[in-house]
């Protein structure tokens, strides 16, 4: 499978997990838009005795952080063009190199031009988890930063090539 297929299929578990832990609301506070995720929460205070209250703050901050961040935003976006393109390489045999770069532009444009409409449900976490807020906020940021650079190795759609987006037959490890 191409490098660029797997780096989608990889960003979008990685960011799945995250959408389904925490959805949420976004009309109450938290989050920073940019920099360290901070929501607000004692950051000493484990995960696993957060009320409810702790968890609905926790989970809006998260959702502020995620659509204030323009940089997170920004590869979003592109992470949805290059994700229309690669299902438009999958499905259309015929698709040329202009189409796939139409299909990412205009799928990029949009969610960039796009207002949040966010809507969700969000829950404690099940189980005993040890951590505290401070850490896995921590943990948030780096998997944040992370994502963003993954996604921001990906080519500019005004580029992509059908090579860029196709699972190869072959055995490329790259």
């Known amino acids: 499978m191409h490098k660029t297929v797997r ?53 809006a901050a998260i959702q502020h952080y995620l659509e204030s961040d323009a940089e997170l935003k920004t590869a979003q976006c592109h992470f949805g063009g290059v994700s229309a393109a690669i299902f438009m390489a999958l499905f259309n045999a015929s698709a040329t190199d202009a189409d796939l770069q139409k299909a990412c532009t205009d799928t990029e444009n949009g969610c960039m031009h796009a207002s949040s409409t966010s809507s969700g449900t969000c829950s404690k976490p099940t189980g005993t988890c040890t951590a505290t807020v401070g850490e896995l906020e921590a943990c948030m940021t780096d998997s944040f930063a992370e994502v963003e650079s993954t996604i921001n190795e990906f080519p500019p759609c005004a580029t992509l090539k059908r090579a860029d987006v196709s699972p190869s037959t072959g055995g490329s490890s790259g």
């Open 7 to 59: 780096k989608v299929l990889g960003v979008g578990a990685v960011a799945g997990l995250f959408v389904a832990a925490c959805g949420g609301d976004s009309s109450s506070g938290g989050g920073n838009g940019g920099g360290a995720f901070t929501s607000g929460v004692p950051s000493d205070q484990p995960i696993s005795s957060l009320g409810d209250g702790d968890v609905q703050k926790f989970c």
